[in-house]
């Protein structure tokens, strides 16, 4: 049987802080959030691996490593609004919550939306509120926000997000171009936005941000 309490502290310094992973209250979110409980029970054994797991048709917890890079980067403070693209299992949603103020965690599949809500609620976190729609699309409703996190990949960019964020907010995500992905991470100033390359790192793919198959006439 796994020892997911030992299996966290490994995670915190094997994974995380070998990897330059070191902001103390992110360290303290990874050591205290259980990764097992946002996963089915036949996936739990997986929890603490250094891979990005399935957990429905196309979709993924993002690796350890993934989620602490982005975490990390965006700078969340206590008081954040933060919008989580992707909300998926919860974890993700889960972490920032630990990390920031209120965050709006948006999910285009209604059953991982209804099961993280669950999942959340069962932990006892209440400063998240779980929302139906196109990822692309964003959260406009609930706009600006201090912090918008990609639980994933983007193959288009992010120029429709970035307008979603406050004045001195970040977005960060994982970007793929010409086939390398990198954590990337934009700032705006005042009506201008600008990123910059954290590291090279690799997710999957989140729906609607994947690049339209070129057509070719072979």
């Known amino acids: 049987m796994t020892n997911f309490t030992t299996a966290r502290r490994n995670l915190v310094e094997s994974q995380l802080r070998a990897s330059a992973i070191l902001e103390p209250r992110l360290l303290a979110a990874a050591g205290?959030?259980?990764?097992?409980?946002?996963?089915?029970?036949?996936?739990?054994?997986?929890?603490?691996g250094e891979t990005h797991i399935p957990i429905a048709p196309g979709r993924y917890m993002l690796?350890?490593?993934c989620q602490g890079v982005l975490?990390?980067?965006?700078?969340?403070?206590?008081?954040d609004a933060i919008l989580v693209v992707g909300a998926g299992d919860g974890y993700?949603?889960?972490?920032?919550?630990?990390?920031?103020g209120v965050v709006i965690g948006l999910e285009s599949d209604p059953a991982l939306s209804a099961r993280a809500a669950d999942l959340l609620t069962e932990?006892?976190?209440?400063?998240?509120a779980l929302v139906e729609g196109d990822l692309a699309a964003g959260c406009a409703k609930q706009a600006p926000y201090d912090v918008i996190v990609l639980n994933g990949a983007t193959q288009t960019g992010v120029?429709?997000?970035?307008?979603?964020?406050?004045?001195?907010?970040?977005?960060?995500?994982?970007?793929?171009?010409?086939?390398?992905?990198?954590?990337?991470?934009?700032?705006?100033?005042?009506d201008a936005c600008a990123g910059r390359t954290?590291?090279?790192?690799s997710a999957p793919l989140l729906p609607g941000f994947e690049r339209a198959a070129a057509f070719s006439f072979s």
């Open 32 to 48: 205290s959030v259980p990764r097992e409980h946002f996963l089915a029970k036949e996936l739990q054994a997986l929890a603490y």
């Open 63 to 65: 690796a350890p490593l």
């Open 71 to 79: 975490l990390q980067a965006a700078e969340i403070k206590a008081d």
């Open 92 to 100: 993700m949603g889960a972490l920032a919550a630990k990390l920031g």
């Open 123 to 128: 932990y006892g976190i209440d400063n998240i």
């Open 159 to 190: 120029e429709s997000l970035l307008a979603q964020l406050n004045d001195g907010g970040r977005l960060v995500c994982v970007e793929y171009e010409n086939g390398v992905g990198r954590a990337r991470i934009y700032r705006r100033d005042g």
């Open 198 to 201: 954290v590291r090279d790192l």
